[in-house]
């Protein structure tokens, strides 16, 4: 049986980590390749690495860092942030990046999402949005939450998967930070209405979100950032516990 | 040890051969017939389209050299479908290796099959020292149905082939490269295979 994946997402500024983490036994907190090495040995399912450096050195430096990335660690992860072309796409999939993560730029031009699945697979194209409900409807926002626009989530979800995506990643800002649960209602609605596997992200806090969003919520996968890198949740822990509760996933 | 990998284009080779690089061995990209011939074992990785895939090959020859090859050749996702003689994926005739269809997995589930799913084998070197019902890495939307050459299967909608094995052509739609530890235990055990 396919089983339900457990995902950190790392983020990373300057080729470094930022947001605390507090992992005992690590020379180097800030270095990625350490980390991504410390959440495979733990079991993580795949590592998310999202870039939010603004610097003009940031398509090198994220090249480099996926290719040490690569050369360290046996599991799959996900490269994204600022990305918004098939030339951005191609490097970061050179080095050794299994899938990518597209956000504004799929919406500024759904082309891309085509262009990039013609081109390389939908298997690695993974299409990121960040939506919040305002007067009771889901609206997709861009650069990182900061900017409404009119798509409401479950069209855009639709359109992305016809279009060729092969994963969403769909964060509700509504509870990212929140540490009160995932957006289930939404999340279930999205796996009943688009075939294509869909990430739970923002709101985790416990063990118990992360059986209601694989279980109420019908997610294939959920991401974590802060709750995983403090400590607050071990990767083997949740785990075990999740398949006590009967929920598919791999030890 | 030479290892070719071969080259037509195909998506994320890195992975692969940092892979071969922590068994200590230098996989070697490459279109050229002569060192592909001469490997000691041949790497036949894929990603993206069958009929994509299948055009690169016959710009390079690589499709009359592949099913001429002697040594042990391990298909890669793509690549083990395409040891096949059809895919359903554009309609396109694979290598012919191995007689079957290669089919897409129905809307019952989700497409692509992303993530870990567990593998039953059958008792083959290649999964020598590989638990049963281990974890591998897979991300498909296309399947091998279970055939004579099946060694391993998994179940997604349906039981279907992870593992194939014909004379010395074997294939693996999960990613060894991408499955942790026991990933790399495969690609270890293709690398001790004699034909």
Not at chain 2, 129 to 154: Q, R
Request: aromatic share 6%; with cysteine.
């Amino acid at each position: 049986m396919l089983t339900k994946r457990i995902i950190p997402c790392l983020d990373i500024k300057d080729g470094r980590t930022v947001k605390g983490i507090n992992f005992v036994n690590l020379r180097d907190a800030g270095d990625p390749v350490e980390l991504a090495r410390q959440y495979a040995d733990q079991n993580a399912d795949e590592l998310v690495f999202l870039d939010i450096s603004a610097t003009e050195q940031k398509r090198k430096t994220l090249a480099d860092l996926v290719l040490k990335v690569a050369a360290a660690i046996d599991i799959p992860f996900t490269v994204g942030g600022g990305i918004s072309s098939v030339d951005d796409v191609a490097i970061l999939l050179q080095n050794g990046a299994d899938k990518v993560s597209i956000n504004s730029a799929a919406v500024k031009n759904p082309e891309l999402i085509n262009e990039c699945a013609a081109q390389f697979g939908s298997q690695c194209i993974v299409i990121a949005i960040d939506a919040k409900k305002i007067n009771n409807q889901w609206k997709v926002h861009l650069v990182g939450g900061k900017v409404p626009t009119e798509l409401d989530l479950f069209d855009w979800a639709k359109e992305v998967a016809q279009r060729g995506a092969g994963e969403i990643l769909f964060t509700s800002m509504d509870h990212d930070g929140t540490k009160g649960g995932f957006a289930n209602a939404a999340l279930a609605r999205l796996s009943d209405e688009v075939n294509i596997p869909i990430i739970a992200s923002g709101g985790a806090g416990d063990i118990n979100h992360f059986v209601d969003t694989f279980t109420l919520g019908k997610a294939d996968a959920a991401l974590a950032a802060s709750i995983f890198h403090f400590g607050e949740i071990l990767i083997p822990e949740l785990k075990q516990k999740l398949k006590q509760q009967d929920i598919a996933i791999r030890i | 040890m030479k290892i070719a990998i071969i080259d037509y284009g195909a998506g994320n080779i890195r992975s692969l051969q940092f892979a071969l690089e922590r068994l200590g061995v230098v996989g070697e990209l490459t279109s050229d017939p002569e060192l592909i011939t001469k490997a000691d074992k041949v790497i036949f990785p894929g990603q993206g389209a069958a009929k994509s895939a299948m055009l690169k090959l016959k710009a390079h020859g690589l499709d009359l050299l592949i099913p001429q090859l002697k040594q042990p050749v391990l298909g890669i996702c793509l690549g083990m479908q395409l040891l096949c003689d059809y895919s359903e994926e554009g309609g396109v005739k694979g290598l012919g290796i191995i007689e079957g269809k290669v089919r897409r997995f129905s809307d019952r589930v989700k497409v692509p099959q992303m993530g870990w799913n567990k593998i039953s084998k059958t008792q083959t070197a290649l999964f020598q020292s590989i638990n049963e019902d281990e974890f591998m890495y897979l991300v498909h939307s296309y399947f091998v149905p279970i055939l004579p050459e099946t060694i391993a299967i998994s179940t997604y909608d349906t039981p279907y082939s992870v593992a194939l094995n014909k004379d010395n052509f074997y294939g693996v739609q999960f990613h060894p490269e991408k499955s942790s530890k026991p990933g790399q235990k495969l690609l270890q055990n293709f690398l001790n295979l004699t034909v």
